[in-house]
C-alpha cells in the first residue's frame, strides 16, 4: 500500500512540476516515478506507533515558530559578519562533535534540519546519537546542543 501511495504522491508531484501532458514526457514521468515508489516508499512511509502522527504534527506545528525566529536571528549575525570590514577577524570556523540525547528518528532529522536551516551552521553528518556540525563562529558552535535540542525533545519525544 506504501508503494502505491508513493506513486500517486510522486505522479502528482510530477505533473505539477512539468506540466508535459503528452503520451512521450507523461510515460517517462509514470516510470520515473514508479522507480522512486519502489525504492523509496519506506522513507515516505515509516511504520510508527497509533496516534504518533498527530502528535508530531501538532509538536512541529508548536516549534515551528521558535525555529523561524533562531533563522532570522542567525540571518542577522551571518550577514553582520559578511558586512563587516573585518570580517576575516570575525570568522572563527568549527567543525565539532556532540551526543544528543534524542531518541527518536523523526526528532534526531528534524533537530539536524533545525541545524543546517540556521545560517552559520550546518549538520554534516548523523552517526547513532552523534552529531557532527560545521559552524562559521566559536558563538554559533558554543550554543549547540542547547536550546534548539531542548525544543525539539520537548515537541517531539515521547513524554516520560
Known amino acids: 500500500m506504501a508503494k502505491v501511495a508513493t506513486f500517486f504522491i510522486m505522479l502528482a508531484f510530477w505533473v505539477l512540476l512539468s506540466g508535459m501532458f503528452d503520451s ?10 514508479l522507480l522512486v515508489a519502489h525504492f523509496s516508499h519506506d522513507l515516505l512511509f515509516q511504520k510508527r506507533e497509533s496516534g504518533s502522527w498527530f ?10 515558530p521558535y ?22 577577524d570575525l ?16 526528532s534526531k532529522v528534524t533537530f539536524a534540519q533545525s541545524i543546517t536551516l ?28 542547547g536550546e534548539m535540542e531542548r525544543r525539539v525533545a520537548k515537541a517531539l519525544e515521547a513524554k516520560a
Open 24 to 33: 512521450f514526457h507523461f510515460s517517462l514521468g509514470v516510470v520515473s516515478c
Open 55 to 64: 502528535r508530531d504534527f501538532i509538536g512541529l506545528v508548536l516549534y515551528l
Open 67 to 88: 525555529l523561524l525566529w533562531e533563522i532570522v536571528i542567525a540571518n542577522l549575525q551571518v550577514a553582520y559578519i559578511v558586512l563587516h570590514p573585518r570580517m576575516m
Open 91 to 106: 570568522i572563527d570556523p568549527h567543525l565539532f562533535r556532540f551526543r544528543t540525547y534524542l531518541k527518536r528518528p523523526f
Open 118 to 145: 540556521t545560517p552559520g551552521t550546518i549538520t554534516v553528518n548523523i552517526h547513532e546519537d552523534e552529531f557532527t556540525v560545521y559552524a562559521l563562529t566559536k558563538s554559533a558552535a558554543d550554543s549547540l546542543p
